[in-house]
């Protein structure tokens, strides 16, 4: 059975269309570049796979069951979101921050117990924040704030991971650090990833399956050898593509 999958999907902004009739299957393990221009709807399409956006027809399906039928505390123990930006209403440390993670867990009264404070010292350990757990979290610079996200994420600890743009904010060294990660946890622990990317190289490098949005519905996917074409990508970006050789395989870059 897919952890995640879709059937006839269609979702719209406005007058444009996001996906057309789409149907996926997405596996444990797997981790997925969602790729599209500005404006293509990425963001959107993995906020309906998360529950977050209603689509206009078809059906988003959680470990076999209709998303739209779970309470929103079962879908968050089986999905974590990491949202593109992050808005701090209130004054708050990193360590309360960090223990939202746990929230699906907690009863309504019940406070975060041992258990709760390793994993979450576990998570600020993984990304680097050792330290900082009585910092103010408006404090930070944009690059912690953002590995604050991701280690609230891991505290977490759902089976599906959706992060939105997980680089924003972090140096070349840090988006390895949290790339590499984030790759570690799905291939220990067979949790699935689900990445909005822009850098196309990353994607690759991270990525082992690929979803396309081109723009009016038209949606393509598949591994890179499928849809990581030099035709299939000119049309997707609008623009002429080159691939050089790395180590690591073939880069991208505009022409």
């Known amino acids: ?19 057309r009739q789409l149907t996926l299957q997405i596996n444990a393990g797997e981790r997925w570049a969602i790729l599209g221009r500005n404006g293509a709807g990425k963001t959107t399409l993995l906020h309906t ?57 907690l009863g309504a009264l019940q406070w975060e117990g041992p258990d709760d404070y390793a994993i979450a010292r576990a998570a600020l350990h993984a990304v680097g924040l050792d330290g900082l757990e009585n910092r103010n979290v408006a404090t930070l610079s944009g690059g912690e704030r953002r590995r604050l996200g991701i280690a609230t994420l891991l505290t977490q600890d759902s089976a599906v991971l959706m992060l939105d743009e997980p680089t924003n904010h972090l140096d070349v060294h840090q988006q390895i650090r949290i790339l590499d990660l984030l790759k570690t946890r799905s291939r220990a ?67």
């Open 49 to 105: 796979l998360a529950g977050l956006h209603r689509p206009d027809n078809g059906v988003v399906k959680l470990d076999g069951e209709a998303l739209d039928t779970l309470s929103r505390r079962r879908i968050a123990r089986q999905v974590g979101v990491l949202l593109q930006d992050h808005l701090d209403a209130f004054p708050a440390s990193v360590m309360e921050t960090v223990l939202i993670g746990r929230h699906p867990y």
């Open 1 to 19: 059975m897919a952890r995640l999958e879709t059937s006839q999907l269609d979702i719209h902004i406005g007058a444009a269309r996001v996906c």
């Open 189 to 255: 622990e067979q949790k699935t990833l689900l990445l909005v990317m822009h850098d196309l190289n990353l994607a690759l490098r991270y990525c082992d399956r690929f979803l396309l949005l081109f723009g009016a519905g038209e949606t393509a996917q598949g591994n890179a050898d499928e849809v990581l074409t030099r035709p299939i990508l000119e049309r997707l970006y609008g623009h002429p593509m080159h691939a050089l050789h790395g180590p690591r395989g073939p880069v991208w870059l505009p022409e």
